[in-house]
Nanobody, 125 residues
């Protein structure tokens, strides 16, 4: 059974940076598409980024984070990262790591079968 554990959230001022980590266990890491989603209070969970190692490291980013966030993975450490720069108050949310086995990379939360517990990111103005 796949398990995901996020870390790295916290409180940061606008313009600052954070790096989230997600540790994967329970199966073969490089067979999975890894994604990051976020959910702000009163809002639906939304796609942030994904990385698909199976096809040469395809990366997709939400328009709202392009140029500020990057996603990467270390297959030797079974870990995926979300580097968040130039943070804005509207980035405040609980950030979730997710894993999708097989299929086509997609930005829909319903496509991901395993989820972490989430880590809070708060950006103050």
């Amino acid at each position: 059974q796949v398990q995901l554990v996020e870390s790295g959230g916290g409180l940061v001022q606008a313009g600052g940076s954070l790096r989230l980590s997600c540790a994967f266990s329970g199966d073969t890491f490089n067979r999975y598409i890894m994604g990051w989603f976020r959910q702000a209070p009163g809002k639906e969970r939304e796609f942030v980024a994904l990385i698909d190692w199976r096809i040469g490291g395809r990366i997709d980013l939400a328009d709202s984070v392009k140029g500020r966030f990057t996603i990467s993975r270390n297959n030797a450490k079974n870990t995926v990262y979300l580097q968040m720069n130039s943070l804005k108050p509207e980035d405040t949310a609980v950030y979730y790591c997710a894993a999708q086995f097989g299929g086509v990379p997609n930005a829909k939360a319903s496509g991901y079968g395993a989820w972490g517990q989430g880590t809070q990111v708060t950006v103050s103005s």
